[in-house]
């Protein structure tokens, strides 16, 4: 989705040329010929100036300061907060998903590790059945709803 100033807010205002897209989770503004690209979670911290005839947005853009977005539609700004909104969601279930793929991955992990031990331990290369069935019983179960539910 894309979003410019209003042509009022350019020819009463003199409104810098702007543009603003956003595309899943990043989002990215061409001003004064300079291009800025971040995360949309950037815009949760955005300030709002809502005037009579147009909205006027400051976004804090990490390693780059505030850039003001002057003139921009009531209805534009509407539908950028319902799109930041939606793009914030989906870059929380991101960082969920990757917390728990990290969370699973160290538990397969200590598990393999206890694994290679015994393996490595046995002098005449075979691994008793009580081993295996301990490996078998120790093996992490990991929760595929939350995989659905994502």
Known sequence: MTWKPS??????R???SWEL???????????????????VEATRRM???????????????PGNGDVELCGMRHRDFDELRQLSALANAELDRLNQLGR??????ATIRLWWDDVRA???APQHRWIPLETLRGWQ???PVLDPGFLVGA
């Open 21 to 39: 897209e956003i595309d899943r989770i990043w989002f990215q503004i061409s001003i004064q010929r300079t291009t800025l690209a971040a995360s």
């Open 47 to 61: 300030e709002v100036e809502r005037g009579w005839l147009w909205t006027t947005v400051v976004i804090a853009i």
């Open 14 to 16: 003199r409104a810098d």
């Open 100 to 105: 728990w793929y990290e969370q699973a991955g």
């Open 118 to 120: 015994d393996w490595i």
């Open 7 to 12: 042509f009022w807010a350019r020819l009463f």
């Open 137 to 139: 019983h120790a093996k």
